[in-house]
């Protein structure tokens, strides 16, 4: 699983990167660096409410083999 | 279940509802994108946020059914959608009504959020900014205990408070808007270069 | 590899550029249309057979195998739309200009072959608001195909804002769709763009000539030209200091010296900027490389936009290349935030570079601003920036060392020799 950030809807509320520190950081702007490695299975539950929590639903998560 | 009980439990959960009501706007509303740095988790401002919106309509939702239920005056059912439509206290009665289909609207929106178009839901949400103002004068319209020194005082506070909320908002979003940069040419010398004749041929 | 004949015959029929511009010499110089009406299956297969043959990719910037975007357009369905993408919002850049003011029929033709080929409803041109010698040209020269009653599908003028991310593909079409020339995020890139609701094929106007003539005279001759793995020529703009900018066609696989030559450089040449704005400089060590996209891949560069411009000894390249970043930063769509303060803080640095008043520390900084910014756009706009400052990092070292110990060369506050528009508002 990986994550997928939306950089037009992404407008740095950075809630994604305080639920999920192990793989997104922030720029010097506020904006979210994703780590490209695939997602641990124990975070997925954290991914799955940045997604839901992204006021922009600027994060949305990806198959491995799609995208 | 007597009719003063019931009236008792109109008034104090009318109350509880507006300072519910109040809290949830504040949250709403003092939030902020590219922060500096930021003391609190902006995700568990979202949540608290949400969570007392939904106490405030259990809230309401007690309020709107034993004022229904009391029978010492006439409200009647229709008039918990249709505003206007109770024969007492008419007119301030219809304002709860306004209120509560404006704060209905931003309820179910926001349970939908997944399906609708951010802008759509977005556009809804911004009936709070009229839902609060109109159940604050609902609250003081229909005067049951609206000369008690308490609640004017609680009456001045929410008000305050939603007030500061509303000036930092939209000082915060100035400030935003003032952060993203121009790109001036001025820093480094550059020609008032005006492009020359497009049709130079080939060589 | 064929040498590149610097030198081209002026009769030469397969040539971009040197053809007479009204519909009447251009038939002369290159035969009917010759797009059959009705049931056409086989001549369809027999274009993209030659189309595939040519090797022919896009001379817009992506450089993508011209028959494979056409595959996936044509897969798409029908009653779609060809866009000629003549937008050119690389400054340094003329060639779209020019051909469609020299030869509009060339490139009309060669989207009325695409338009064959896809069951297309109608041709778009894209002219910016800017260049109205060539919409007059353009506009002339449809007129004089529909007296005609020759281009088979219906041809059209419009005029987005000249900016410089107008042309990029996804931005043309949201243009055309909405007004708004922004952008699009495609994570996906295979899948063709769509415009209300059917596909739209968008090349640059200079791809179309060549499929025009590759139409009409077959796969042979583009490939005759140019090296076996990079067939065909190029429009080629050239400035900078030199004493004749201009446009010039060239084989494929011609040195970037040989190309630079013709312009003939005022001064020793410290660097070339290959591609555009958002492109590479490239030292006086590469300068044999052939004008090619393999070969230029191997020293971090691209063809592009078909730019070259020419760094002579008495310009600043760190200043010139602050210019370019400032330039970069303010021609964004602003719909992304790393590119949105990203450019301009990168501007910043490199422009208290090019004053001599950067330190250690800012260069550092500097670095990390470019590893940062990269890739996290909806479009390759700050990609391309970063490109840009990094190679003039690379290649301008020793005025790195120099301007960021407070000792900048004298020549950074001389006027910029590179071309720059007015900036033209949305």
């Known amino acids: 699983m990986r994550i997928r950030i939306d950089p037009v809807a992404c407008e740095a509320y950075g809630y994604c990167a305080e639920l999920l520190p192990e793989a997104i950081s922030l720029d010097e702007w506020g904006y979210p660096i994703v780590d490209d490695r695939p997602l641990d299975s124990e975070l997925m539950a954290l991914a799955k409410r940045a997604v839901r929590d992204c006021p922009k639903r600027a994060i949305t998560l990806l198959d491995k083999t799609s995208g | 279940m007597n009719s003063t009980s019931l009236w008792y439990a109109t008034r104090a959960s009318g109350i509880v509802a507006l300072i519910l009501l109040t809290l949830t706007m504040v949250l709403g509303l003092v939030t902020t994108t590219r922060p500096r740095a930021r003391n609190w988790p902006g995700f568990a401002q979202q949540e608290i946020h949400r969570r007392i919106s939904i106490m405030a309509v259990v809230f309401v939702a007690i309020h709107v059914f034993t004022s229904i239920l009391d029978t010492y005056v006439h409200i009647g059912w229709l008039a918990v959608v249709v505003p206007f439509a109770s024969p007492y206290s008419r007119f301030w009665v219809g304002l709860g009504t306004i209120a509560l289909d404006l704060m209905v609207a931003v309820f179910v929106s926001s349970l939908l959020r997944a399906h609708l178009k951010p802008g759509t839901w977005r556009a ?7 839902s609060w103002p109109v159940a604050l004068i609902h609250t003081f319209g229909m005067g049951t205990d609206s000369r008690e020194h308490w609640v004017i005082a609680l009456g001045a506070l929410c008000v305050l408070a939603v007030g500061l909320s509303l000036a930092w908002r939209v000082r915060a979003a100035a400030k935003r808007r003032a952060s993203v940069p121009t790109t001036a040419n001025h820093l480094v010398p550059l020609n008032p270069h005006v492009t020359t004749a497009r049709t130079r041929g080939p060589l | 590899m064929t040498q590149a004949n610097p030198v081209q015959a002026l009769d030469d029929v397969h040539r971009l550029l040197g053809h007479p511009s009204d519909l009447r010499g251009h038939l002369n110089a290159h035969g009917p249309l010759n797009v059959p009406l009705g049931r056409n299956g086989s001549w369809q297969q027999d274009l993209v057979t030659s189309l595939e043959a040519s090797g022919l990719n896009g001379r817009g910037g992506s450089a993508f195998p011209t028959s494979i975007k056409l595959a996936l357009a044509r897969s798409a369905g029908r009653g779609g739309s060809v866009v000629v993408n003549a937008m050119e919002g690389e400054p340094a850049s003329d060639k779209d200009t020019l051909l469609l003011i020299r030869t509009p029929h060339l490139v009309l033709d060669g989207a009325q072959y695409l338009g064959a080929l896809c069951h297309a409803a109608r041709i778009v041109v894209c002219i910016p608001i800017g260049r109205d010698p060539v919409a007059t040209a353009v506009n002339q020269a449809i007129l004089e195909r529909a007296r005609n009653c ?6 059209e003028i419009v005029r987005p804002p000249g900016r410089f991310l107008a042309g990029e593909e996804s931005a043309l079409t949201n243009w055309i769709e909405s007004a708004r020339p922004l952008p699009v995020f495609r994570p996906d890139k295979g899948a063709p763009l769509r415009l209300g609701g059917r596909p739209a ?62 312009s003939q450089p ?3 040449v410290q660097a070339l900027l290959v591609g555009g704005y958002g492109g590479t400089w490239v030292g006086p060590g590469h300068f044999g490389t052939p004008y090619a996209p393999i070969a230029l891949r191997t020293i971090g560069a691209a063809a592009g936009a078909g730019v070259i411009a020419v760094l002579g000894e008495t ?41 001599g008043e950067g330190s250690g520390e800012d260069i550092v900084r500097l670095h990390r601003r470019l590893d940062q910014v990269n890739g996290r756009g909806a479009c390759r706009h700050p990609d ?30 001389k006027p910029t020799s590179l071309r720059f528009p007015r900036t033209v508002g949305l």
Not at chain 3, 217 to 229: D, K, N, S, W
């Open chain 2, 124 to 130: 809804i949400h911004w009936l709070a900014y009229a």
């Open chain 3, 315 to 355: 310009s600043c390249g760190l200043a010139e290349s602050a210019r370019i970043a400032r330039y970069l930063a303010g021609q964004g769509a602003g719909q992304c935030g790393p590119c949105v303060y990203g450019l301009p803080a990168i501007a910043d640095d490199m422009a208290r570079l090019a004053r």
């Open chain 3, 384 to 413: 391309g920036a970063v490109n840009l400052v990094r190679s003039a990092l690379a290649i301008f070292a020793g005025d790195v060392a120099a301007h960021g110990q407070g000792h900048p060369c004298r020549h950074w506050r």
């Open chain 3, 150 to 155: 020759y281009a088979p599908v219906r041809e």
């Open chain 3, 201 to 262: 094929l968008v090349h640059n106007a200079e791809t179309l000539a060549h499929i025009a003539l590759i139409a009409r005279h077959g796969a042979g001759p583009f490939r005759a030209r140019g090296m076996t793995e990079e067939p065909g020529t190029s429009l080629v703009t050239i400035s900078g200091d030199v004493k004749y900018p201009g446009v010039v066609e060239i084989d494929r696989g011609t040195p970037l010296w040989d190309i630079a030559t013709r």
């Open chain 3, 266 to 268: 005022v001064a020793s």
